[in-house]
C-alpha cells in the first residue's frame, strides 16, 4: 500500500542552525502539507502546497519557514534559523484531493 | 478561526463496554476525517465523512457526521485492548484541516 515517508525520523540541532525535513509524498497524489505537533499538544497545520506553490499557510509558517519541491518526488521544509520553540514532530501529509495521508513524522530538537 | 472540541479528553473503560466519542464545533466543515496516531507516530486515516447525516462502519467503529456538517461522533462497541490509542477528528477547511485535540481511550482487560 502505498505510504508517506519522511527522513529524518530524529532530527537534533541547535538552536539558530538551519534543517531540512524530507518527505517523499505518495506518488500521484497533488497536494501535499506540513504539520506539526508540540509535545501533548493539538496537531497545528503549517502550510498547503500545490502545483508548485504555496496555497495556504498558517500564522506559524513565518519567514523563517520555506518548502520546495525540489524534483518530481521530494517534498523539503527548511527552517532557517531554529528556535527552542520549534521543537516539535513534523508531519508531511499528501492528498489526491479530499483525504490527507500523513508520514511517520520527524522529531526535531532544538537544543 | 476554526475550532474543533474533542470530548472527552480521557476515557478509561472495561473490555466489553461501548463507548461514543464526541467531535463538536460552531463552523461548518466541507468534511471530517478522523484518526487514530500511536506515540511517536504519525496520525492513521480511519475513516472520512462528507455528507450531513452521513453514518460509516468499520468493524466495531461507527462514525456519524453531524446534519449541519459541524460535529461528529465515533462509537466503538465491545471495546477491545487493542482499540487503545488517541483519536482524532480533523475538519477539512479551503487547503487545510483543523485538528481536534483527541481522546485518549484505554481499554482494560
Known amino acids: 500500500e502505498p505510504e508517506v515517508t519522511q527522513t529524518p525520523s530524529h532530527q537534533v540541532t541547535q538552536m539558530g542552525q538551519e534543517v531540512i525535513l524530507r518527505c517523499v509524498p505518495i506518488?500521484?497524489?497533488?497536494?501535499f502539507y506540513w504539520y506539526r505537533q508540540i509535545l501533548g499538544q493539538k496537531v497545528e497545520f503549517l502550510v498547503s502546497f500545490y502545483n508548485n506553490e504555496i496555497s495556504e499557510k498558517s500564522e506559524i509558517f513565518d519567514d523563517q519557514f520555506s518548502v520546495e519541491r525540489p524534483d518530481g518526488s521530494n517534498f523539503t521544509l527548511k527552517i532557517r534559523s531554529t528556535k527552542l520553540e520549534d521543537s516539535a514532530m513534523y508531519f508531511c501529509?499528501?492528498?489526491?484531493?479530499?483525504?490527507?495521508?500523513f508520514g511517520p513524522g520527524t522529531r526535531l530538537t532544538v537544543l | 478561526t476554526q475550532l474543533l472540541e474533542q470530548s472527552p479528553q480521557f476515557l478509561s473503560i472495561q473490555e466489553g463496554e461501548n463507548l461514543t466519542v464526541y467531535c463538536n464545533s460552531s463552523?461548518?466543515?466541507?468534511?471530517l476525517q478522523w484518526y487514530r496516531q500511536e506515540p511517536g507516530e504519525g496520525p492513521v486515516l480511519l475513516v472520512t465523512v462528507v455528507t450531513g447525516g452521513e453514518v460509516k462502519k468499520l468493524k466495531r467503529l461507527t462514525f456519524q457526521f453531524g446534519d449541519a456538517r459541524k460535529d461528529s461522533s465515533l462509537h466503538i462497541t465491545a471495546a477491545q485492548p487493542g482499540d487503545t490509542g488517541l483519536y482524532l477528528c480533523?475538519?477539512?477547511?479551503?487547503?487545510?484541516?483543523?485538528f481536534g485535540q483527541g481522546t485518549r481511550l484505554t481499554i482494560n482487560p
Open positions: 480533523a475538519g477539512a477547511g479551503a487547503q487545510k484541516l483543523v
Open positions: 463552523s461548518v466543515f466541507s468534511s
Open positions: 506518488s500521484n497524489h497533488l497536494y
Open positions: 501529509a499528501s492528498s489526491d484531493y479530499a483525504e490527507q495521508f
